[in-house]
């Protein structure tokens, strides 16, 4: 199943709960929460409080994308906040068997995020611990940067080694979604797809959310 996952990053931070319920009204079955520590990434957005004031708001699942050092000290407290999904970086823990169990002992569905330049090989021990595997399609860091094409034969590596293993983590993508680059990842095999800056950047966010979500389902028809 396709789902798009709009980023708030790009959202008016000032009328959030208002911007979040567009995009679920133009069809986004969760929301995505881009949290930045000027540490891991060169950047700073938010925190907890924030998850919970937009739990308040909506009733669809929180993706939290932890971009932050010493994720393992977090998660309770993005779960206490109503996170629903929480992912972390590879590049970002040490002992990342040990960060992704932390996450599934709280609840929470699990993930693991991939930098440009990591290998997908690098997560060949980790795939049966995992509900979701995110590939960056930029550096993270900020939004509205341009897709990095590369990033398709990564996401079509991983649909290989599911098949191989015979897991079932499903594969999402983010940075650079938008009308002219949605077809090409889902036909490579993503199936959640991150959006922020085509969401909210400008026009309305429903709308942008409808239009998305309709060049994702019409390239699910031309996967090969
Ligand atoms: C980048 C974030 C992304 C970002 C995507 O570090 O992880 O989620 O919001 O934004 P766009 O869709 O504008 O590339
Ligand atoms: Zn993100």
Redesign the pocket.
């Known amino acids: 199943m396709i789902e798009l996952a709009p980023?708030i990053?790009?959202a008016d931070f000032a009328r959030l709960g208002e911007q979040a319920q567009a995009a679920v009204a133009g069809g986004a079955t969760m929301l995505?929460v881009?949290v930045m520590d000027g540490h891991f990434?060169p950047n700073i957005t938010i925190g907890p409080p924030v998850v919970a004031s937009l739990r308040k708001a909506t009733d669809v699942p929180l993706d939290v994308?932890l971009?932050i050092e010493n994720p393992d000290q977090f998660v309770p407290a993005f779960v206490d906040a109503g996170a629903d999904w929480i992912s972390v970086h590879q590049e970002a823990c040490t002992h990342l068997h040990r960060s992704l169990e932390l996450i599934r002992s709280k609840g929470a569905q699990v993930g693991v995020v991939l930098n440009p330049a990591t290998p997908v090989q690098t997560l060949g021990e980790v795939l049966e611990l995992v509900d979701f595997v995110l590939v960056?399609s930029?550096n993270?860091?900020?939004?509205?940067?341009k897709f990095i094409p590369a990033s398709l034969d990564k996401i079509r590596k991983l649909v290989t080694m599911r098949n191989a293993k015979g897991v079932n983590f499903r594969i999402e993508v983010?940075?650079?979604?938008a009308r002219d680059t949605i077809g090409e990842v889902v036909r490579a095999g993503a199936e959640i797809l991150?959006?922020?800056?085509?969401v909210f950047?400008k026009g309305d966010p429903r709308k942008n959310t409808e239009e998305l979500l309709r060049a994702a389902r019409e390239a699910t028809m031309q996967r090969v």
């Open positions: 980023s990053l790009s995505h881009d990434v994308h971009m960056m930029v993270p860091g900020f939004g509205g940067q983010d940075g650079g979604i991150v959006a922020g800056n085509a950047g």
